[in-house]
């Protein structure tokens, strides 16, 4: 089954699908205000999040995933208490903080 990647007015969803028409329903049924303004079928089965495109390649810094992963479980997975977490224990700004904890949420944490 192809991996679909779908872009709304609010959201950018990962899924898979059988054709365009499928991935669309998914992104109806689980966001029902939200608008598709980008539906795209990806060329392979796996989807990558570069690290670098979020701005986390200084490698002498501490672990940016691990710290965030820390933080998200102190926070019961609540993402703007993570954040706050994040920034204090780094001392990065709002921004990169808000980056790093959204990208570990998609991962799951």
């Given at each position: 089954?192809?991996?679909?990647?779908?872009?709304?007015?609010?959201?950018?969803?990962?899924?898979?699908?059988?054709?365009?028409?499928?991935?669309?329903?998914?992104?109806?049924?689980?966001?029902?205000?939200?608008?598709?303004?980008?539906?795209?079928?990806?060329p392979?089965?796996t989807?990558?999040?570069s690290?670098?495109?979020?701005?986390?390649?200084?490698?002498?810094?501490?672990?940016?995933?691990?710290?965030?992963?820390?933080?998200?479980?102190?926070?019961?997975?609540?993402?703007?208490?993570?954040?706050?977490?994040?920034?204090?224990?780094?001392?990065?700004?709002?921004?990169?903080?808000?980056?790093?904890?959204?990208?570990?949420?998609?991962?799951?944490?």
């Amino acid at each position: 089954m192809p991996l679909f990647e779908v872009e709304t007015n609010a959201h950018i969803i990962i899924t898979w699908a059988a054709d365009e028409d499928a991935a669309s329903a998914v992104v109806n049924e689980a966001y029902p205000n939200d608008t598709v303004t980008r539906l795209t079928k990806r060329p392979r089965d796996t989807w990558v999040i570069s690290k670098g495109a979020l701005g986390l390649t200084d490698s002498t810094a501490t672990d940016p995933c691990g710290v965030a992963r820390d933080c998200l479980s102190k926070s019961a997975g609540d993402k703007v208490h993570a954040i706050r977490l994040y920034m204090h224990e780094t001392g990065t700004d709002l921004e990169n903080a808000r980056k790093v904890i959204e990208s570990n949420v998609v991962m799951g944490w």
